[in-house]
């Protein structure tokens, strides 16, 4: 399971609408490692004039990187981090995370940062059974 869902999470969504702020509480509890990551790199994006801020240290573990895989493969939970942070997040491989400012989609360096030449260019034989 991906998520820690709490009773009561669980019976507003039974109900209809969840909250923005307790699915982004639920994913901070139950993602620990994605969410300071996430948080990091955001704080890092802030204090910087560049146009993305990214991750090239791979996870300590295989937990988290199973957190890192599970909250950016899932478009509600990547969404929603999207959203609460205010960014964009791009995903080359098992760990390199970028997050970047919302205007800079448009732009060249996402634009390389999400293409099928840097997705070949960020491999090696140590990602394969990520």
Avoid: W
Avoid at 83 to 107: K, S, Y
Wanted: charge should be negative; proline fraction near 5%; charged fraction near 25%.
């Amino acid at each position: 399971m991906s998520l820690d869902v709490s009773p009561q999470l669980l019976a507003q969504a039974e109900q209809g609408e969840i909250r923005e702020e307790d699915f982004v509480a639920t994913v901070r509890d139950s993602l620990p490692y994605a969410y300071r990551l996430i948080a990091g790199l955001v704080g890092d994006l802030q204090v910087s004039d560049r146009e993305f801020a990214d991750n090239l240290t791979p996870p300590p573990s295989e937990a988290e990187r199973g957190q890192l895989l599970r909250a950016l493969a899932s478009d509600s939970i990547r969404g929603s981090q999207e959203r609460h942070f205010g960014v964009a997040l791009a995903f080359q491989n098992c760990h390199r995370v970028a997050a970047f400012r919302p205007e800079a989609t448009d732009g060249q360096t996402y634009a390389k940062f999400t293409s099928t030449r840097s997705q070949i260019l960020n491999q090696s034989p140590e990602f394969r059974d990520c």
